[in-house]
């Protein structure tokens, strides 16, 4: 039942993992909220109300993901659904435009510090965090990880020319999403017929921290299809990468 269903959601301090997170604690979760900085989780915890739970989480840090998993270990035990939101787009973007600092970031110009550091957060972070997790997800009757990608990560869409994201794909926030989706169908292909589900799924282009909000879309439509798939029951599909329901993004 999901009242008594355990989630953690990463950097769900704000954003689209807030919402995420506000919605399963709505939803009857026990919802651990990950932050980076633990003030601030406790104060998103305290607002989305009984329920939420703060969690100090730093996906770039294994000491932090390994005091998070034992804290949820001698908490409940086990870990249903594990959202892996955290990610950053860039670390030099300051107060440039996105058509600016796309052309600070083409692959011949691109910082490799900075691709170093936002890889680290969008594709090392979300292994560490799957590889820390994952004996509470086995301790789950009905397990499911949601990994929070993206659209501009899709080789298939970006590699045709007319595509709306073909001419900003570059080696950091794009390329970085691409690799995450490879880490998430190697996650994909080691969980077949665990009984432990993996979706992908990418939110709208939404109005938050991660692109200056500059984007369209509201939290609540961007972090929709996440919520719908952590919601899915164990009789829901595996295996997807979508962007909104019966909407298929290919890899």
Known sequence: MAENRVALVTGANQGVGRQVAKELVAAGHTVFVGSRNLERGRAAAKELGPGAIAVQLDVTDAESIAAAADRIRTEVGRLDVLVNNAGISNTQKGDLSLAEYRERSRASVASLDEVRAVWETNVFGVLAVYQAMLPLLRESSDARIVNVSSGVGSLTLNADPAYPTHASFGPIYSASKAAENAITLAIMVELEGTGIKVNLV???????????????????????EVVRVALLGPDGPTGTFTRWENEPIPW
């Open 202 to 224: 990418s939110p709208a282009f939404t109005k938050t921290n991660l692109n200056g909000y500059e984007g369209t879309a509201s939290v609540e439509d961007g972090s929709r």
